[in-house]
């Protein structure tokens, strides 16, 4: 009997969650959705210095708008609990503990003063950033290099101290990768990794395979940066558990900017988006605006999304959550990274605006003209003219314009739209002919209504150019 599909995702609540964070969650949602599986929101916390507060509840709120509801987690429950790590403190010394005993991990003993001189020591043009490997752990002071009675009387005396993985020498480590296939690693250059830290806290290396076990995840996707630790997990699960219970993993492509792996920096520089909501930093005051507040849809963000290293190998690109399930395979993910083009994510907005109804975002654009100080007194009215310029649209609540003077959001559109429907108005009063471009938008023949109306729209989406002046007043 195949075991049930159990996925995670497994953020840190360090700050605002990136394009790459939200692909992974969508990716882990899609196959176990299409397996009939479940899937995991576990939260690490083990580092408590990075831990910022509010990010796990705007981790909950950006995974909600994107549809992408947990199964289990600290919100919502389940059998496996608790799903914070730092909840979970008692269980990973005992793992560790054990892996001291059958000799694959060691205690260290070394201070901070002692490792900074250690890596001043070593330190060389080849080598600039020395790490606690093989041939150097034979220079410090552990478990490896003291007596056992010294060790003995250092652990009584509560001496500060981590515990280390002892890497094997000359072995290779191999695993099967779901989307790059068959992977090799040479032991003799990885590093001891610290598995426990003197606080008694997991590194995420340990917490890792003991929740992964704990909670029976049977598939783990994660971001390729992750490649790297990949050796240590696989022993760990190995001196643990058993390969044999190890999940299949995953490593899923980098999201690529303009000069690298997609960064704040590179929003902030070229003017976009790379947080999925807007992010305020509690610590430094810094705003960083979200795709959620420059008027993307969460239907169009999650299609996006998917089509960032993936397609199913038709030449279609528009897809719902629910056809992505039916359509996703994670043996399609490519290997290389994929290009983020903000461009391209406007289309794919721009596309969902005009397939979804007005009352899918009627509310997004309210709260925009509510910011203008339009007031929307006629919902008929107000819906009528939404149908009739949103396929010109490309943005839900922002307000902006293409460099050729196309209005991207509603607002202006709406402005657009007043504005030939008052200028036609008074040309009929006057008696001349309306000019055709006037004629763009249908609706010219329904009289004055909404004319109060009509003047605050313009004057919100283009008062710099008066078109309130345009307007015919009774």
């Known amino acids: 009997m195949e075991k049930k599909v159990r996925v995670r ?67 919502h429950g389940g059998p496996h609990g608790p799903y914070r790590q730092s909840e979970r403190k008692a269980l990973y010394s005992k793992y560790a503990e054990e892996l001291v005993q059958k000799g694959y991990a060691y205690y260290a003993f070394d201070t901070a003063e002692e490792l900074d001189a250690m890596r001043q020591r070593l330190r060389t043009d080849e080598n600039p950033s020395p790490q606690y490997d093989r041939s150097v752990r034979e220079q410090m002071r552990n478990s490896l290099t003291l007596s056992a009675e010294e060790v003995s009387r250092l652990l009584q005396e509560r001496t500060p ?3 280390r993985i002892k890497m094997p020498e000359g072995e290779t480590v191999s695993f099967t990768d779901m989307i790059r296939g068959s992977i090799h690693f040479d032991t003799s250059v990885v590093d001891d990794k610290v598995l426990l830290k003197a606080d008694g806290m997991p590194t995420y290396h340990l917490a890792v395979v003991v929740d992964d076990h704990l909670m029976e995840i049977t598939h783990a996707f994660r971001g390729e940066e992750w490649l790297p630790s990949a050796p240590v997990h696989v022993l760990l699960w190995k001196y643990l558990f058993g390969e044999d219970r190890m999940p299949q993993w995953a490593h899923l492509p980098l999201i690529l900017g303009p000069s690298g792996k997609l960064s704040k920096r590179d929003g902030a520089k070229y003017g976009f988006p790379v947080f999925a909501m807007s992010w305020n930093d509690p610590k430094t005051g810094e705003l960083t605006e979200g795709f959620r507040e420059r008027g993307f849809l969460p239907q169009a963000f999650v299609n996006m999304l998917a089509m960032l290293g993936w397609n199913d190998g038709t030449e279609e690109e528009v897809f719902s959550l629910e056809e992505l399930v039916q359509r996703f395979s994670i043996e399609k993910v490519h290997k290389g990274g994929a290009k983020f083009d903000y461009e391209k994510a406007k289309w794919f907005n721009h ?60 607002l202006e559109a709406f402005a657009n739209h007043y504005r030939n429907f008052a200028l036609c108005l008074r040309a009929r009063r006057e008696g001349l002919q309306p000019e055709p471009e006037w004629m763009d938008y249908p609706g010219v023949d329904e009289g004055v209504r909404g004319m109060a109306f009509i003047e605050t729209v313009i004057a919100s989406g283009r008062s710099s150019e008066k078109w309130t002046e345009l307007v015919i007043r009774d």
């Open 9 to 75: 995702f497994a953020p840190s609540p360090t700050g605002g969650l990136h394009l790459g964070g939200v692909r992974t969650v969508l990716y882990n949602y899609l196959f176990a959705k299409q397996h009939g599986g479940e899937f995991v929101l576990r939260i690490e916390d083990t580092d408590q210095s990075r831990f910022v507060p509010g990010a796990e509840e705007y981790i909950f709120e950006t995974l909600a708008w994107c549809g992408l509801e947990p199964d289990e987690s600290p919100k």
């Open 161 to 163: 101290h981590v515990i």
């Open 351 to 410: 596309e969902w605006i005009k397939r979804l109804p007005v009352n899918a975002y009627a509310t997004q654009v309210k709260s925009l003209f509510a910011e203008k100080g339009v007031v929307v007194s006629d919902e008929a009215y107000f819906t009528q003219v939404l149908e009739l310029v949103k396929g010109r649209c490309t943005f839900a609540k922002h307000n902006t314009r293409t460099p050729s003077g196309h209005p991207e959001g509603f």
